[in-house]
């Protein structure tokens, strides 16, 4: 039997609304220092939630041509920019490898809904002849792997992973496997994310599933929290080169962490809320180590999904506990949203970056704003303040709409 292909992790790229590069976006999560702030950029005097945390004083053009940059949807533009940046801190020259080696895999909710509603605006208002032509590309949910292909030079394959708040660790995920199967040798892969549009930001006040926060900013997202009352939307994208071990070492290239363990399950519960027992992403964690061919004990530290609501930090302590049992207690865990927001469809993709970075600097960043702990959510989460700790074994957690669930498991690598 052929030994198992390897893949680890040799660049990371971030446009976040803690900041456009790994120095800055990770020490904002350390210190920790909110991105939120009261939104600006549409009319919230008659919502409830007017908190969120958005991507200021980005410049497309520092990423690719004025053209490009004019006629693509924000979300696209986002992916793009982060995917480059992953690259160039890969250090990776795409031109020099077999074309059909290496592959896109993008993830996002939402896709170019905001180029869907000004084109169906345009056509109510004045009719289909002023619809710009290039809605065809920003419309279509799955063009933003292809225009990040597009822009890389990467001729592979390009695909793009819609399953809600998942879809970032899935696309990480399916990336591991395509290099695993040795269907590549190197893989782009993220997500991306542009929700901050009055009638999808309606939607989540409709539901009542966003912080109501009014006074302070900072304050709106508390994961964990006895008071806790939701998340705050984020918008962005992260994305990371995945290479085959031996390709990568054969170039000497930097390496993050190993990518060991992919697992992803759906609760078949309901459509929007989790299985109150945990069981899907109890699941979707077995599956990981199962494939990682580890032991619950040799996890270190858990990113989870922590979105502060209600049911999910419950839910997620809950399978915490069942899948580690015992060693549940000594899991160190956190949930860095109140920092980022929460970027739906990208919060996986940004969240394996954290943990790669966690495990890298030997860092633990905090939750934020949890002061009063419920008495439900009684593990340990980091609270506050950034904890010095070597962290050998990282877990990534992310659940979405309709009881999906995922997870991924990085490994230090010596």
């Known amino acids: 039997m052929e030994p198992r292909r390897r893949a680890v992790i040799t660049g990371a790229g971030v446009i976040a609304p803690n900041g456009f590069t790994l120095k800055t976006f990770w020490e904002s999560l350390c210190e920790p220092r909110s991105a939120a ?14 908190v969120g945390c ?9 990423y690719m041509d004025p053209k490009t940059a004019k006629r693509l949807d924000i979300s696209y533009l986002y992916g793009i920019a982060a995917a480059q940046q992953a690259v160039w801190d890969s250090g990776i020259d795409i031109s020099s490898l077999d074309p059909d080696r290496i592959g896109v895999i993008e993830g996002t909710s939402i896709g170019g809904l905001n180029s869907s509603l000004v084109c169906h ?4 208002t004045k009719g289909y002849r002023n619809i710009s032509p290039f809605t065809l590309i920003n419309a279509y949910t799955g063009g933003g792997s292809s225009e990040i292909a597009l822009a890389l030079g990467a001729s592979g394959h390009a695909m793009t992973v819609c399953t809600a708040c998942s879809s970032g660790t899935d696309a990480i995920g399916l990336s591991l496997s395509s290099i695993m199967d040795d269907d590549a040798d190197v893989m782009i892969a993220g997500a991306t994310e542009a929700p901050m549009i009055p009638g999808y930001w309606g939607i989540f006040c409709a539901a009542k599933s966003m912080s109501r926060e009014l006074k ?3 304050r709106a997202m508390r994961p964990f929290n006895k008071d806790r009352e939701g998340f705050i939307l984020g918008e962005g994208a992260a994305f990371v080169v995945i290479e085959e071990l031996s390709y ?7 390496i993050y962490a190993e990518i060991v363990g992919y697992g992803r399950s759906c609760d078949s519960y309901h459509s929007v809320a989790q299985h109150p027992e945990g069981r899907g992403a109890s699941r979707s964690l077995e599956k990981a180590l199962r494939r990682a061919r580890m032991h619950p004990k040799e996890v270190d530290y858990v990113n989870v999904h ?10 997620e302590t809950k399978a915490l506990k069942h899948v580690f049992n015992s060693h549940a207690r000594s899991l160190q865990i956190s949930a860095t949203k109140p920092v980022t927001g929460h970027l739906a469809g990208a919060a996986g993709a940004l969240e394996t970056v ?3 970075l966690t495990i890298k600097n030997k860092t633990i960043p905090p939750t934020m704003n949890l002061t009063d702990p419920d008495p439900e959510c009684d593990l340990d989460y980091v609270p506050n303040e950034a904890r010095t700790a070597k962290v050998d074994v990282a877990v990534n957690m992310n659940a979405g709409f309709g009881g999906k669930n995922a997870c991924l498991i990085l490994k230090r690598f010596e």
Request: overall charge negative; proline content about 8%; aromatic content about 8%.
């Open 306 to 315: 922590g979105s502060a609501t209600s049911s999910n930090d419950v839910v």
């Open 121 to 124: 605006d345009t056509y109510n």
């Open 216 to 218: 302070t900013p900072s």
């Open 248 to 254: 990568a070492l054969s170039r000497n290239a930097p």
């Open 354 to 356: 954290i943990c790669a």
């Open 37 to 50: 702030s009261f939104v600006d950029r549409f009319d919230t005097s008659s919502l409830p939630t007017k």
């Open 54 to 62: 958005l991507v200021k004083d980005f410049k497309p053009e520092e």
